[in-house]
């Protein structure tokens, strides 16, 4: 069995020395943190994830294969916790990731309140066709979608352009997100977990 002060203290080391990895990259980051349960559960996730896919139909016949089960759980984890710790302490303190909140302020600021949203779509009007010699002008812009996500077709679509515009500056930043290469910075999972622990939650499980 594993205790939750095991995996606490599994947790604490790994964020550490992740950490670690990341200050000789991004000298200029500041990581200190407000809540040192959420790396906790942000572990259990990753290990209760890894469990579930490991054992997935899908996967059966290469569970066949010796070591298997204990490489993609180590595998699995190791990449799972690196990608939330990224997007976290990483991602969040960019200026791109600064810019989509902004937008996302605007945005949901117009949709409560659709008097400003309104005025703001007749300036736009206004300042499309004031002193343009094109009898027909089309104010509506494209929908942008997100091709990559399996919820693409519920992209929000607005009639009022501006609003539309800031759909698709989410949806934009969204995309270039999750084009970008990751970066790793976690240290291997055997480092912190040994072959009989793996062992032990792929056959009973993590209840914490």
Known sequence: MITKSEISAKAFNMFRDWSKNVYNEYSELDL????????????????????????????????????????FMQGFIESNLNSQWEYEY????????????????IKNYLEFDTQTANHIYNIYKYLMTNESNLENIDLNLSNETIDELSFADIDDI???????????????????????????????????????????????????
């Open 158 to 208: 607005s009639s009022n352009a501006v609003i539309q515009m800031l759909n698709n500056r989410i949806n934009i930043y969204i995309k270039e997100y999750l084009r970008k290469d990751r970066k790793h910075f976690m240290e291997p999972c055997e480092k912190y977990f040994s072959d009989n622990e793996i062992k032990f939650i792929i056959d009973n499980g993590i209840n914490i």
């Open 32 to 71: 200190t943190i407000i809540d040192e349960s959420i790396l906790i559960n942000n572990l259990i996730k990753s290990i209760k994830m890894a469990r579930n896919t490991l054992i997935n139909e899908e996967k059966k016949e290469q569970r066949d294969m010796k070591g298997y089960d204990l490489g």
């Open 90 to 105: 990483i991602i969040k303190q960019s200026a791109e990731y600064k810019q989509f909140i902004a937008i996302k302020a």
